[in-house]
């Protein structure tokens, strides 16, 4: 057994991320182990631009309200309690609504993501209201 000591709170990227977002490492495994868990935490109107995992993320929503939205799906909105999994490779973005902030934990098996562009205003207006 190991006692892992809290992980100071990150700032997360402007090239990653619109708006205000912040992360604390929960879990991350150490071979053969792939797992990583993260609390993340979007301020209003913040989110991830558009991005996949090669082996999927699951979401799970611990306070607020948020969106998600697949490359060509609807805007879902995401509640406490929430789960949503992102299969491997498919594009998607993931943040608060305008007018809440939004917490949850992101879980993955690897760090091979791949980024493309922020959400536009357009794109988030979609579900933001």
Known sequence: MELQPATPTTQGPA??????????????GDAPSRIRVNLVRFAPGARTAWHSHSLGQTLHVTDGVGLVQARGGEVTV???GDTIY????????????????????????????????????????????
């Open 78 to 80: 995401m509640h406490p």
């Open 15 to 28: 090239e990653l991320f619109t708006g205000d977002v912040y992360f604390d490492v929960i879990a991350r």
């Open 86 to 129: 992102t299969p491997p490779g498919e594009w998607h973005w993931h943040g608060a609504t305008a007018d809440s902030f939004m917490c949850h934990l992101a879980m993955w098996e690897d760090d091979d993501a791949t980024w493309g562009e922020h959400v536009t205003d357009e794109e988030y207006g979609a579900g933001a209201s």
